[in-house]
């Protein structure tokens, strides 16, 4: 088992306002730590369908989550594909759905998938292995300009021209490490209680390599249809890209429905205590007419 701590678990389950027949789906499965709570917290009648692109998870999961039998299914898609994974299930109608889109503390502690300067690998940086683009595609092929604008629009990276100039100048870069030399190259190397040099580009580039921006307005868009009328959507995010999306979402859906936080929902200081990676995190959620 992994040592998985979902964040902001309580406030989640009070969002979801879960009933003991609901039919609820976890679109982000990662370690399953929600899945668990909800499938635990919607018994004994409670269904649910968690979604999650990496193949990894999901093999682990049916073995970690075997017990709760037919009342859970797993199905390795993108989360942008929920209107159509919801439809084949039978999951029509939905009491609730719950994303959190930070990146499973498994994955970013694989050193194989390249997610994080802080182990060194190869740079890959992708959520679905099935998928083609890689990180060491666009940093050894795209042009200068077009790398530069990726680090700009997804990392909000102040010296992305600078970085951009330095990442070609070192091609061919094929590791973790052979960016984070290129970017310290611009920005210097750790400074104390500041954050890593190379946190922007390492999340530009995860973004871009995942289109995790459009497949995030689609979910939600899709979310709103599947959901029953009184169902609730709540939403985990990390960076304000995210947040900025969610927030814009639910002030002016396409579909009837109010928000149900008027400010963002942020973790008490004894989480962070406890799980330093919920300092971040910003929950969101939303009711249908």
Not at 77 to 100: P, Q, W
Request: aromatic share 6%; with cysteine; proline share 4%.
């Amino acid at each position: 088992m992994h040592t998985h701590i979902p964040v902001l678990l309580n406030e989640v389950m009070q969002y979801l306002n879960l009933r003991s027949d609901g039919r609820y789906v976890d679109a982000t499965f990662g370690a399953g730590g929600h899945t668990r709570e909800l499938l635990e917290r919607a018994s004994p009648g409670g269904r649910v369908l968690a979604i999650d692109q990496d193949e990894s998870a999901i093999a682990q999961g049916r073995i970690d989550l075997q017990s709760y039998g037919s009342r859970l299914e797993l199905v390795k898609a993108n989360f942008r594909e929920i209107e159509s994974i919801v439809l084949e299930h039978g999951f029509v109608g939905l009491d609730g759905i719950l994303a959190d889109i930070g990146v499973s503390s498994m994955m970013l502690d694989d050193p194989l998938r390249g997610f994080s300067f802080m182990r060194e690998g190869p740079l890959d940086m992708r959520m679905d292995l099935d998928q083609p683009l890689t990180a060491a595609d666009v940093l050894n092929t795209y042009n200068e300009k077009e790398i530069a604008n990726i680090l700009f629009n997804y990392g909000e990276e102040r010296r992305s021209r600078q970085i951009a100039s330095s990442i070609v100048r070192c091609r061919p870069l094929s590791r973790t490490t052979d960016l984070t030399r290129a970017i310290e190259r611009v920005l210097g190397g750790r400074r104390f209680g500041k954050i890593h040099p190379a946190t922007r580009t390492f999340q530009a580039l995860r973004i871009f390599v995942n289109d995790e921006l459009r497949s995030l307005e689609k979910f939600l868009d899709s979310s709103m249809k599947v959901l029953r009328p009184g169902g609730r959507l709540v939403l985990v995010s990390f960076h304000s890209l995210e947040d900025r999306i969610v927030k814009n979402k639910f002030r002016a859906p396409d579909v009837p429905g109010v928000a149900l936080t008027r400010k963002v929902i942020t973790a008490a200081v004894d989480e962070i205590h406890r799980n330093p990676r919920s300092r971040s995190a910003r929950l969101r959620a939303w009711e249908k007419a």
